[in-house]
Every structure is written in C-alpha cells, then in structure tokens.
C-alpha cells in the first residue's frame, strides 16, 4: 500500500483517538486500535510516525484518566522516541508526555513517571533546541514542579542513583528556573487544526 494512504489512515485514527476513544475503546476491537496505533508510530515513513505517536498519545491519556491500566507498549512506544533520528518525532515524543501529564489533574502514577524520567532528560541533552526546550518543559510538567516538589521526592526516591543525579543535575540547571516561569497554555498535540 502506499505510504500516503497508510498515513492518511493514521491522521484518521490519531483523530478518532482524540475525540472519540471512549467508544473506540469501549468495543470488541480495543486490541485491534491499540495495535493498529503502534504500528502506525512505529512505521518506515516520518509522518506516519508522528500520526501514530499521537494516537498513542490519546490513548495513554484515556487510560489515565479512566484508571484504567496503562498498556506497557503503549509506554514503551513513547520511550522510543528519543531514539529516533528525526527531531520531529523526539520533540513531539515530549509534548506527548507533557499532554499525558496535564490529561489530569493528580500526577501520574510512579511506574509510568520513572519509565518517562530518562527518556526526558536524555532529551535535555540533545543538541537540538526545540528538542532540548520541549524536554524539559514535560519534566517540569510531568513533576509537576510549579506546584510543589511532592512528585519530584516521590521521583527522586524511585529512580536508580545514576538518573537521579543527573535529574537533580537537569534540575539545578534549567527546570527551577523554568518552573519559576508562567505556565503556558496546555500542549495540543494535533497538527490537524487549522488556526
């Protein structure tokens, strides 16, 4: 099949994802979107990718707020990003932690917070800027730091010695003054919408 068409399909149901997961979700092909939506974030073409990220993007943040159980590839999906070659897909691979984040208004569960943790600060060491500001943006998100460091402590106490240096390394660094900063409007991860 073509690569446009495939990504035609993907933008559709990363949008479907968007507006309507509850039904999506709530039927017999819960596996089949789930793994429809993986292999769109993990195909041959940049595009695709980015579609099939979102749409993994929307369900993680359905899980969440529903309670449900987060599914572990869809967590490892997103890990996979900052090890991409495309900027495009490391820096959406962010803004989609950061949407996850603000999808509720409690912090995430510890598990899904320390699989995010290194992928985050190893974005804040890219050489590229917007990949490096989009990191640490969903760090202080995801830590929820411009309210309080409860998150950060539970964070820090989860994490294995080496990350937790370098998170407290990142986080004297940049993420104290970023933190200190106005929160900006809420990240909307779909390119779809025409201002």
């Given at each position: 099949m073509e690569w446009t068409v495939r990504h035609g399909r993907s933008?559709?149901?990363?949008?479907?994802?968007?507006?309507?997961?509850?039904?999506?979700?709530?039927?017999?092909?819960?596996?089949?979107?789930?793994?429809a939506t993986l292999i769109n974030a993990?195909?041959?073409?940049?595009?695709?990718?980015?579609?099939?990220?979102?749409?993994?993007?929307?369900?993680?943040?359905?899980?969440?707020?529903?309670?449900?159980?987060v599914t572990p590839s869809l967590v490892t999906a997103v890990i996979?990003?900052?090890?991409?070659?495309?900027?495009d897909m490391k820096q959406l691979g962010a803004q989609v932690v950061s949407y996850i984040a603000q999808s509720v208004p409690r912090p995430l569960d510890i598990a899904i917070i320390r699989s995010f943790v290194p992928m985050l600060v190893n974005g804040t060491k890219e050489k590229n800027t917007i990949v490096k500001t989009?990191?640490?943006?969903?760090?202080?998100?995801?830590?929820r730091l411009r309210t309080d460091d409860s998150t950060l402590q539970m964070t820090l106490n989860a994490l294995?010695?080496?990350?937790?240096?370098?998170?407290?390394?990142?986080?004297?660094?940049?993420?104290?003054?970023?933190?200190?900063?106005?929160e900006s409007s809420p990240d909307d991860i779909d390119d779809t919408i025409l201002v």
């Open positions: 933008v559709a149901l990363s949008i479907a994802l968007k507006d309507a997961t509850e039904r999506l979700m709530a039927t017999e092909w819960n596996q089949r979107v789930i793994d993990s195909a041959d073409r940049v595009p695709i990718c980015l579609s099939g990220l979102r749409g993994v993007g929307y369900l993680i943040s359905h899980q969440v707020a529903s309670g449900e159980p996979k990003t900052m090890k991409h070659d495309s900027n989009s990191s640490e943006s969903a760090l202080v998100t995801l830590l294995e010695s080496g990350m937790k240096d370098v998170l407290n390394e990142v986080l004297s660094k940049t993420l104290r003054k970023m933190a200190s900063l106005p």
